[in-house]
C-alpha cells in the first residue's frame, strides 16, 4: 500500500510513528516503527526516527505491506441491508458486531468482503484495495447507516463533505449512570488507541478535532438514553 502525505499545522509536534499508526488501521505502531527504522517510510525524502517529531510541510512517504502478506480481499455473498442504492452511491444499516474493513484478526465477514461480491467493480486497481468506495467509518460494536461511494468522483466529493463537517451525525448511546446533565458539549481530538488499536480514544497526539453534543432522551435506574 503506498504511503504519501503533507504533515498539517493541526499535526505538528506529533511523533512520526503515532501521525502513521493513526492513519492505517492494518498494522500496529509496533510495525510502523519498524518500517521506519528500516527506511521504508520517509519524511520528506530523508530517513527519521519513529520519535521524530513532524513539521509542518513535511511530506511522509512510504510503503506499507499489504495485510496477510498482501493476499487479496475476498468477495463474500452477505445479505446487505441496503437502505438506498443508485449509480453513484449506496446507504447501508451496518449492523453491530461487524467490522467495516478489513484489518488484523478481521480479514473475513467484514462490510468491504460484502461489499465486492454486491459492486465486483470495486475490486478494480483504482479503488483503495482495503477500503474501497468507503466514505467513512463506525466502529464494529456501532450499528447504523453507512455512505459507500460506487464511483471515484462521488468518492472525493462524500468524503471532502465529511471533512468539511457538512455531514451531520446523530448517534443514540445508553450510558451507564444517572448523574448525566440534560445536555453538554465534548470538544477533544479523537484518534485511534495507542495500545489498544481496535479502539478510539481521546488522542491528543494523533487525534482529529472533534465536537460532540449530547442530550439526555430518556433516564433508567441507573443508565441514560443519550442522543
Request: charged share 25%; glycine share 8%.
Amino acid at each position: 500500500m503506498k504511503l504519501l502525505f503533507i504533515i498539517s499545522s493541526s499535526q505538528v509536534d506529533s511523533r512520526l510513528d503515532w501521525i502513521i499508526a493513526g492513519k492505517i488501521s492494518t498494522v500496529s505502531r509496533s510495525q510502523v516503527a519498524a518500517l521506519i527504522l528500516e527506511g521504508n517510510i520517509l519524511v520528506s525524502g530523508k530517513k527519521k526516527k519513529p520519535g521524530y517529531r513532524v513539521k509542518t510541510g513535511d511530506v511522509i512517504s512510504g510503503q506499507i505491506p499489504e495485510p496477510e502478506g498482501g493476499e487479496s480481499i475476498k468477495p463474500q455473498l452477505m445479505d446487505l441491508s441496503i437502505i438506498f442504492e443508485d449509480n453513484y452511491l449506496m446507504v447501508l444499516d451496518k449492523p453491530a458486531g461487524m467490522v467495516v474493513h478489513p484489518g488484523p484478526g478481521n480479514f473475513s465477514n467484514t462490510l468491504v468482503n460484502g461489499l465486492l461480491d454486491h459492486v465486483p467493480f470495486l475490486q478494480d486497481d483504482s479503488w483503495d484495495p482495503i477500503r474501497p468506495g468507503i466514505v467513512h467509518r463506525l466502529d464494529k460494536y456501532t450499528s447504523g447507516l453507512i455512505v459507500v461511494a460506487k464511483t471515484l468522483k462521488s468518492l472525493l466529493f462524500l468524503q471532502k463533505e465529511f471533512k468539511q463537517r457538512r455531514v451531520g451525525k446523530t448517534y443514540l448511546a445508553l450510558v451507564r449512570g444517572r448523574k448525566i446533565p440534560d445536555t453538554g458539549e465534548i470538544i477533544l481530538p479523537i484518534g485511534r488507541h495507542p495500545v489498544k488499536r481496535k479502539i478510539m480514544a481521546v488522542n491528543h497526539e494523533t487525534g482529529k478535532y472533534a465536537r460532540t453534543s449530547w442530550q439526555v432522551k430518556q433516564r433508567f435506574t441507573d443508565a441514560c438514553l443519550v442522543a
